[in-house]
C-alpha cells in the first residue's frame, strides 16, 4: 500500500504561485508514475500532469502548459508541481496519484493523466486563486 500525502495548496491572488508537494511512504516510490489531478464539486476529476519513474517524461493538459511545471526527487520520496501564472478557473481540490508507467509505441516512456489509471490517491489539497 503507497499512501500519499499532498500539501502546499492554499489562497493566492491571480497571477501569483503556488508549489504543490506529493511525498510518499513506501521506498518503492521510485517506481510509480505520478500525476497531479484537480477536480471542483459536481465534477470529474481533471488530469493536470504527470511524470514518469525517472522523471524523464512529462505531460500536461492545454490548460496549464507553459504555466505548470512538475517534477520529483525520488531521493526524497517527493513530485513537486509549480504553479505559476496562477487564474481563478485553476481553484480546485487537486489530488496527486501513484500508477504506472507505460511505453509509446516507439518504446520510450510516458505517463498517463487519466483518472482509471491510478489506483493509489493520496486526500487533496485545497487551492483557492481570488482577489
Known amino acids: 500500500q503507497l499512501d500519499l500525502v499532498e500539501s502546499g495548496g492554499g489562497l493566492v491572488q491571480p497571477g501569483g504561485s503556488l508549489k504543490l508537494s506529493c511525498t510518499g511512504s513506501?521506498?518503492?516510490?521510485?517506481?510509480?508514475?505520478i500525476a497531479w489531478f484537480r477536480q471542483t464539486p459536481g465534477k470529474a476529476y481533471e488530469g493536470v500532469s504527470c511524470i514518469t519513474t525517472s522523471g524523464g517524461s512529462t505531460n500536461y493538459a492545454d490548460s496549464v502548459k507553459g504555466r505548470f511545471t512538475i517534477s520529483r526527487d525520488n531521493a526524497e520520496n517527493l513530485v513537486y508541481l509549480q504553479m505559476n501564472s496562477l487564474k481563478p478557473e485553476d481553484t480546485a481540490e487537486y489530488f496527486c496519484?501513484?500508477?504506472?508507467?507505460?511505453?509509446?509505441?516507439?518504446?520510450?516512456?510516458?505517463?498517463?493523466?487519466?483518472?482509471?489509471?491510478?489506483?493509489?490517491w493520496g486526500q487533496g489539497t485545497q487551492v483557492t486563486v481570488s482577489s
Open positions: 496519484a501513484a500508477g504506472p508507467t507505460h511505453r509509446n509505441v516507439d518504446g520510450s516512456f510516458t505517463c498517463s493523466v487519466v483518472s482509471s489509471d491510478y489506483a493509489n
Open positions: 513506501v521506498f518503492t516510490f521510485h517506481r510509480y508514475a
